[in-house]
């Protein structure tokens, strides 16, 4: 039996959280400083609007959001896994049942209060983040369509976090960014899904089909690119971080495509985790519009998530 702690890292996705991490941090940055129309270009965000104490908040509550999401997804899983995933911390005796509910439904709620309490978010759409959480882990075994669920659950974190210090409003650039995130993990979702099946299922997958998932995971740098030619009088310090972190992000998601394109036992599951760290570089492509400052630890968080994988397991 694993530790304790390491049964928590592979329950909660704890590889995953650094991408949580980032998350909130870029949706709160760019809320602060983007402008009241889609095509209005940003300011360097002014950090005047940093505190400690809030990002430590919406870290602690995205972090629980997300871990109590996973508890919960391996329980209502615990008969698949036991059947396709054994090596799981559930079948493998680690956790039981009834604690992997327990601490799920725990996790959630600290995590929800982190956010309105802590953090200052709206609990309107901190409740809309939970219930969708709730809503994929209890449908997304049941219908292909729950990873649309699971794009709106980043989706959501993104406008909640967004809202932080003091309920403030979304503005139209951030629902933007929000949604492309939300694109872009359905865009993971949707290979992850055929990770449990066999690589010749796979392969044989329509051509239509294949494309989609690939436009969803490329959607973040494309619309970059477009803000690029619509913001042509950008200084030249954030044209260049959006370009270059832009290709990181393109690489990542290159490289995985490659990856899981191999067809080969085990390459759905890598080239999963290399998109699901790849998160990091997505937000640090969209904040290098607006807060450049940020766009360090961002790529750092993103190494650090890659890492954690090489010992957690991230999907």
């Given at each position: 039996?694993?530790?304790?702690?390491?049964?928590?890292?592979?329950?909660?996705?704890?590889?995953?959280?650094?991408?949580?991490?980032?998350?909130?941090?870029?949706?709160?940055?760019?809320?602060?400083?983007?402008?009241?129309?889609?095509?209005?270009?940003?300011?360097?965000?002014?950090?005047?609007?940093?505190?400690?104490?809030?990002?430590?908040?919406?870290?602690?509550?995205?972090?629980?959001?997300?871990?109590?999401?996973?508890?919960?997804?391996?329980?209502?899983?615990?008969?698949?896994?036991?059947?396709?995933?054994?090596?799981?911390?559930?079948?493998?005796?680690?956790?039981?049942?009834?604690?992997?509910?327990?601490?799920?439904?725990?996790?959630?709620?600290?995590?929800?209060?982190?956010?309105?309490?802590?953090?200052?978010?709206?609990?309107?759409?901190?409740?809309?983040?939970?219930?969708?959480i709730l809503a994929y882990d209890l449908v997304h075994k049941r219908t292909a369509w729950g990873i649309l669920l699971m794009g709106g659950?980043?989706?959501?974190?993104?406008?909640?976090?967004?809202?932080?210090?003091?309920?403030?409003?979304?503005?139209?650039?951030?629902?933007?960014?929000?949604?492309?995130?939300?694109?872009?993990?359905?865009?993971?979702?949707?290979?992850?899904?055929?990770?449990?099946?066999?690589?010749?299922?796979?392969?044989?997958?329509?051509?239509?089909?294949?494309?989609i998932p690939i436009v969803l995971l490329f959607i973040v740098p494309l619309i970059s690119l477009a803000y690029l030619v619509l913001w042509?009088?950008?200084?030249?310090?954030?044209?260049?971080?959006?370009?270059?972190?832009?290709?990181?992000?393109?690489?990542?998601?290159?490289?995985?495509?490659?990856?899981?394109?191999?067809?080969?036992?085990?390459?759905?599951?890598?080239?999963?985790?290399?998109?699901?760290?790849?998160?990091?570089?997505?937000?640090?492509?969209?904040?290098?519009?607006?807060?450049?400052?940020?766009?360090?630890?961002?790529?750092?968080?993103?190494?650090?998530?890659?890492?954690?994988?090489?010992?957690?397991?991230?999907?």
């Amino acid at each position: 039996m694993k530790s304790y702690f390491s049964a928590w890292m592979s329950m909660a996705r704890g590889a995953n959280l650094p991408t949580v991490w980032t998350n909130v941090l870029a949706a709160w940055a760019i809320n602060a400083g983007a402008g009241p129309s889609l095509r209005w270009m940003p300011e360097w965000t002014d950090m005047g609007f940093f505190n400690p104490s809030t990002l430590m908040w919406l870290i602690l509550g995205g972090s629980l959001v997300y871990a109590g999401g996973c508890f919960l997804n391996d329980a209502c899983d615990h008969q698949f896994d036991q059947e396709n995933r054994p090596e799981r911390p559930i079948p493998q005796g680690d956790i039981s049942l009834g604690r992997a509910w327990a601490l799920g439904i725990l996790q959630l709620g600290l995590g929800g209060w982190s956010l309105v309490a802590g953090a200052g978010c709206s609990w309107k759409w901190t409740l809309g983040l939970l219930l969708c959480i709730l809503a994929y882990d209890l449908v997304h075994k049941r219908t292909a369509w729950g990873i649309l669920l699971m794009g709106g659950c980043r989706t959501l974190l993104w406008i909640t976090a967004a809202t932080a210090a003091g309920g403030m409003l979304p503005a139209p650039l951030l629902y933007l960014w929000a949604v492309a995130m939300g694109a872009y993990v359905v865009g993971i979702s949707w290979y992850a899904r055929s990770e449990s099946k066999s690589p010749q299922t796979h392969k044989h997958q329509s051509s239509l089909l294949e494309r989609i998932p690939i436009v969803l995971l490329f959607i973040v740098p494309l619309i970059s690119l477009a803000y690029l030619v619509l913001w042509n009088n950008l200084d030249p310090i954030r044209t260049f971080l959006v370009n270059l972190v832009g290709l990181l992000a393109g690489g990542i998601v290159f490289f995985a495509i490659l990856e899981m394109r191999k067809g080969q036992k085990g390459s759905i599951g890598q080239g999963v985790s290399r998109l699901l760290g790849g998160i990091c570089a997505v937000d640090a492509t969209m904040l290098s519009f607006h807060a450049p400052l940020l766009v360090g630890p961002c790529v750092l968080l993103g190494a650090i998530a890659h890492i954690l994988q090489k010992k957690f397991a991230a999907t």
